[in-house]
């Protein structure tokens, strides 16, 4: 089955950047859209990116829209999320997921469990 595996995240100073990867195994990665997902403390969790197959079409959340960039190697079966200018709030932890479709709402078809990302001020 498709496994999904998080690296990258850990403890940063505000202002601070950090590159989140996913790697995929156990599935044709390039068949699907990846997204980045995070819930923070007390919080809902959110869509912060999505890319599409070929990374021809990608969006974000407003909070992190012109300090976040999310990439993907298919011939690394891997995904990323470079994320620059750090803010406390966004302390969360983070999922990657993968999905059939790139509209995948709140419901990708796999998720990985999660890494811990701390921004301190």
């Known amino acids: 089955q498709v496994q999904l595996v998080e690296s990258g995240g850990g403890l940063v100073q505000a202002g601070g950047s950090l590159r989140l990867s996913c790697a995929a195994s156990g599935g044709t990665f390039s068949r699907y859209a990846m997204g980045w997902f995070r819930q923070g403390p007390g919080k809902e969790r959110e869509i912060v990116a999505r890319?599409?197959?070929?990374?021809?079409?990608?969006s974000y959340v407003d909070s992190v829209k012109g300090r976040s960039t999310i990439s993907r190697d298919n011939g690394k079966n891997t995904g990323y999320l470079q994320m620059n200018s750090l803010k406390p709030e966004d302390t969360a932890v983070y999922y990657c997921?993968?999905?059939?479709?790139?509209?995948?709402?709140?419901?990708?078809?796999?998720w990985g469990q999660g890494i811990q990302v701390t921004v301190s001020s």
């Open positions: 890319i599409s197959r070929s990374s021809s079409s990608v």
């Open positions: 997921a993968m999905a059939r479709t790139y509209d995948m709402g709140l419901s990708p078809d796999y």
